[in-house]
Structure formats: structure tokens, C-alpha cells
């Protein structure tokens, strides 16, 4: 079993002021979360430097995945380490990811830049229910939709400044190995869990 924030920002991203260093430094003293998906808003350059720095360090690995601004709302792509062709719409994006076997995620889908009900209309294969920047009732709405919706959920901070890492963390069934995860992600092989509790599905 592997934890991971599926979800943190770096300051690649315009509104985020974690720099990859101390994500890198964190992550390896943390004492049980050892895997991170770099997640910034419509770049992909944060997590090249994040991997950079990450391979002077053993026993943490770093998933590639984007957030994409959509039409819609917001999409997390992990998997991949390069951006979807534009138009950015909810289909282009999912479409761009399948062909690549990576992972798409309805991130935060009842906050502002969400998807909201329209999630039901795509293909995504999970969804966020427990982000970390969020309140409880607006995470049981995500909870509710992937029960809905028959999906995996899982956990990400959203991390955009430092205190707000590792909130909140995801459980999987796989080891420290991206392809791995992603497959056992998919599967529902998952637990989420904040800080000082967890949460069963
Ligand atoms: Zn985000």
C-alpha cells in the first residue's frame, strides 16, 4: 500500500506558492505519505522540475498529471506529462488521456470550477471526494456523485501554498510505481483519508 496527495500545485502555477524543492523535501520526510501527483493548472513544467529535483531521493516518486482548465471545469489528467491539444472541452480532454492509458479526474466537482451534475455526462474515471481545500458538505456532494456515479473516489489537498500539503491523502493497493497506481486507482483499489481519520467507501 502506497499513500499519496493526489492533488498539489506548484508555483508553475499562476495563483500557487509551493516551490518544487520543498515538495520534494517534504514529501521525503513525511512520515508515511511518499508519493505526490503534481497537478498544475494547464502546465506541465512543475512536475518535470519536481522530478528533477526528486531523483536525488530515494524511496518518493512524483506522478505526472495536469489540471486542465476545460470549458466545463476543472479536469486532472495523472499519467500523462504533456497537455491535450486545444480545444479544451470535457471530450477532447477524456479523449486525449484514454489514448495515452492515463487517468481523468472530476476534480472538486461541486466548488466553483467544478463540473458539477454535468460530471454524469463523461467518461471520467474517478472522482475527487475529498479535497483538501474544501468543506465537509461540499466533499459529501463528491461522495454522493461517485456513489452515484459507481466510481472510484480519492483525496487530493489542492495544495496551492505550504501549510496546505498533505491534508488530506489517498490510500491505494499498489506499489511505488506510477503504472501500477493508476490501475489499482481505476479499479477502486482505494481508501481516502485526512489527517487524523480516515474515511472507508
Ligand atoms: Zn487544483
Redesign the pocket.
Known sequence: MIRIDL?V?TTYSSDASIHPKTIVEQLYAHPFIKAVAI?D?NVVEGYYKVRELASAYQDILIIPGV?VTTVNG?LVILGVAELPPKPWTVENVIDFAREREALTIA?HPYRAYGLGDLTKNYDVDVIEVLNGALASHVNKLAENLAKEMGLPGVAGS?AHHVDELWTVYTEVQASSDVDEILKAIKKGMVRVASIGKSIHF
Do not use: G, K
Request: hydrophobic residues 10%; negative net charge.
Open positions: 492533488h500545485h497537478t493548472h489540471e476543472d476534480a489542492d
